[in-house]
């Protein structure tokens, strides 16, 4: 248990690494959380005009999903850990995310880090996950309407399509904590205030 705890916080440490923040500052952008919707998310740094930082920042957000899992994954069999304590692993990592250690604990809202974590979890759920993110974000150009989608999916693809698994705990908890972190996207949605991928936003609220 002692050891599992460990993994759990070092995971949390890993996800806490918030690189919207820190591809900015090496690449001499300004801070993501200071223009747009004030995210540190791959979707808002797209709002510097660069699409470099963008995509790594979607990438490097999504490797330190996919890294804590498969580390876990690695030392399951030695000791003896379920699919429970491999998908808290991954669950840790979203919550550095969201909230990082390394900056006040003003974290982003999860989506490219859960979507490591599930394709690390259990690929082809993730590119089920995926592929539905994909679709929304292409027909509505919305990237959080992509992501509101891809949550509520997530669980419910792996209940529908897969045998009863430990993973559904920690995956119903990161869809709930997505959604919950979209509340500001979710008001603009329906007002119609949202920017689309690409579009410049108004200044944080
Ligand atoms: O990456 C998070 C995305 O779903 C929304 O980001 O910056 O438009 O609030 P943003």
Same mark, same amino acid.
């Given at each position: 248990?002692?050891i599992s705890?460990?993994a759990?916080v ?10 919207a923040v820190?591809?900015s500052r090496?690449m001499?952008l300004?801070?993501?959380?200071s223009?747009?919707?004030?995210n ?9 005009g660069?699409k470099?930082a963008a995509?790594?920042?979607l990438?490097?957000d999504?490797?330190?999903?996919v ?5 876990a994954?690695?030392?399951a ?6 699919e429970?304590?491999i998908?808290?692993?991954g ?14 604990f003003?974290?982003g809202?999860?989506v490219a880090?859960?979507a490591?974590v599930?394709?690390?979890l259990?690929? @082809?759920? =993730? #590119? &089920?996950v995926?592929?539905?993110w994909?679709?929304v974000a292409? $027909?509505? %150009?919305?990237?959080?309407l ?8 997530a669980?419910?693809?792996?209940l529908?399509?897969?045998? @009863?698994s =430990? #993973? &559904? ?9 997505? $959604?919950w %972190? ?6 603009k ?6 920017s ?7 200044? @944080?609220a």
């Amino acid at each position: 248990a002692l050891i599992s705890l460990l993994a759990i916080v070092l995971a949390y440490l890993v996800g806490s690494l918030s690189f919207a923040v820190i591809v900015s500052r090496v690449m001499g952008l300004d801070d993501p959380r200071s223009y747009g919707s004030g995210n540190p998310g791959a979707t808002n740094v797209l709002r510097s005009g660069s699409k470099k930082a963008a995509i790594l920042t979607l990438l490097l957000d999504a490797v330190k999903g996919v890294v804590p899992v498969l580390v876990a994954q690695a030392l399951a069999p030695t000791l003896h850990w379920g699919e429970l304590t491999i998908g808290m692993v991954g669950l840790a990592a979203f919550l550095g995310h969201l909230w990082p250690v390394f900056f006040r604990f003003q974290g982003g809202k999860g989506v490219a880090t859960a979507a490591g974590v599930i394709l690390a979890l259990h690929w @082809p759920l =993730g #590119l &089920a996950v995926l592929a539905t993110w994909l679709a929304v974000a292409f $027909i509505t %150009r919305y990237s959080s309407l992509a992501a509101l989608v891809a949550a509520v999916a997530a669980p419910l693809i792996q209940l529908l399509v897969w045998p @009863p698994s =430990g #993973l &559904a705990l920690p995956l119903i908890a990161m869809s709930l904590l997505l $959604i919950w %972190r979209h509340g500001a996207n979710i008001r603009k949605l329906i007002a119609g205030t949202e920017s689309r991928i690409g579009q410049k936003a108004e200044a @944080p609220a």
